[in-house]
């Protein structure tokens, strides 16, 4: 037995938006024996732009029954029935989330028809209610009304069940593990059969094409499949699921290539629904100048262009702790590094700090000379490569830094010269550098026994 379900609704997810209507077909397989159809006061405001879609109006509903008064008779409906909705998920939000605060427990099996259609007639240009019902020719009367659209998701569902005469697609969407009730409606199931269970990117494209978020896995099937589940009410879920129209996916051989793929995509597409990573990189910067002492200083600054700093930072107190390091390491002046700012002088506020530049005591030469070291200091990177297994037998992984910054990152033949930065650039595309991939790279470079270090520069 199958309840074929539409309901209208205030908005466009569960957890702050009523239900306004709901109309319900119960179907044996062969004919409709029994339906039921009612207005529901929401207890909330219709939005003006909503009352123009559905046609229902703040005051159609006024007189109606709430949720709850008919809450039993829905239940009683569609507690021992296959649920079935176009777009299956959005009704089942709605009704599981309204009948969960009345006290019902209610966890059916889900067919969605806008799922179930691309498969059993693919080729159609849309498979929108709408649309679909126009290119097979099923009359749709009352659109956007609750048993308007019901009646006519019920004419195509019977299309559907007579097409698989066999019952044979419709069991394997019933079957438990198919996944086909979770997947967002337009995402085709062989794309995500496709996805492999190794590390990797991930990507969602939306109607056109356009990649609308991308995501890092250690197992991508599992990771993807994990955006699917659950019974998350919100908007952004909600409007995410409906704009899913693709997945693609890159392989890597490690998780620390997947974070470091990641950031790279997400800088390159910008996806829509990312949220992470979306922010300034450097932000602040240790810059050095010579005052009319010829002393010269270091100071802290926010990232301007034209002045390039010695070295930049995320987070001011990264670099006023980086600043500060330096001038202990280098008996450096803190009031002529900015960051003794008082009137007194540094000897003053704690003795032997410096040898007495602030105040002109010591030769500007002198002093210079330990400034020019910790500038050397500051400015002194890496190279190095990190190794690890490859994605086949015969190759390695490469994420190759040089001079500090990340170079790019492949797949090298186990037997190529690894001891030259030159040689490992040959095999490699050059990526661009990101304060998100310097601190993977990092924490990465602390693990013993998988770097190969070619010189200071």
Not at 53 to 70: D, K, L, Q, R, S
Not at 244 to 250: A, C, D, S, W, Y
Not at 266 to 290: A, C, M, R, T, V
Not at 306 to 332: C, G, M
Request: with cysteine; aromatic share 10%; charged share 25%.
């Amino acid at each position: 037995m199958y309840a074929i379900v539409d309901i209208e609704t205030t908005g466009g997810h569960a957890a702050n938006n009523g239900i306004t209507e709901i109309a319900i077909f119960i179907h044996d397989g062969n004919a409709v024996v029994e339906s039921f159809t009612t207005l529901i006061n929401p207890e909330m405001h219709i939005p003006l732009f909503i009352e123009g879609y559905t046609g229902i109006t703040n005051e159609m509903v006024e007189n109606a029954p709430v949720f709850n008064t008919v809450s039993a008779r829905i239940y009683e409906l569609l507690h021992d029935k296959i649920f079935v909705a176009h777009n299956v998920n959005f009704d089942y939000t709605f009704i599981r989330h309204h009948l969960s605060r009345c006290g019902y427990e209610w966890n059916p099996k889900k067919l969605c028809t806008v799922r179930l259609s691309r498969k059993v007639f693919p080729g159609y240009q849309s498979y929108s209610l709408g649309k679909l019902c126009s290119s097979m020719g099923i009359g749709l009367q009352n659109r956007h009304r609750a048993f308007g659209d019901a009646e006519a998701t019920t004419i195509l569902f019977k299309r559907i069940l007579d097409a698989d005469e066999n019952r044979e697609v419709i069991n394997t969407f019933l079957k438990k593990g198919s996944k086909e009730a979770n997947l967002p409606p337009n995402l085709p199931k062989e794309q995500f059969d496709a996805l492999p269970s190794s590390p990797g990117v991930y990507y969602f494209h939306d109607e056109k094409g356009k990649i609308i978020y991308v995501g890092k896995a250690v197992n991508i099937r599992k990771r993807v499949t994990s955006h699917f589940g659950g019974n998350n009410t919100s908007e952004k879920r909600q409007d995410f699921m409906r704009e899913i129209f693709h997945v693609g996916f890159e392989a890597t051989a490690t998780e620390l290539m997947a974070l470091i793929l990641e950031s790279i995509e997400i800088k390159k597409h910008w996806p829509k629904h990312n949220k992470s990573q979306k922010q300034l990189e450097f932000s602040y910067g240790i810059y050095d100048y010579e005052d009319q002492n010829s002393y010269i200083r270091l100071c802290v600054d926010r990232v301007r262009k034209n002045i390039k700093p010695l070295h930049t930072y995320k987070k001011l107190a990264d670099a006023f702790n980086h600043l500060q390091r330096l001038v202990l390491e280098f008996n450096l002046c803190p009031k002529l590094c900015m960051i003794n700012n008082g009137k007194e002088p540094c000897q003053a506020l704690i003795a032997g700090c410096c040898a007495g530049a602030c105040q002109l005591n010591e030769q500007h030469e002198i002093y210079n000379q330990r400034v020019f070291a910790a500038i050397t200091d500051l400015s002194t990177r890496d190279s190095y490569a990190i190794i690890d297994y490859g994605i086949r037998e015969n190759e390695v992984s490469c994420i190759l830094v040089d001079d500090g910054k990340f170079y790019g990152m492949g797949y090298i033949s186990n037997t190529a010269n690894l001891n030259n930065a030159d040689a490992i650039k040959s095999h490699l595309s050059p990526q661009k550098d990101n304060y998100f991939i310097q601190e993977l790279i990092g924490m990465q470079k602390r693990i013993p026994g998988r770097l190969i270090r070619f010189s200071d520069n």
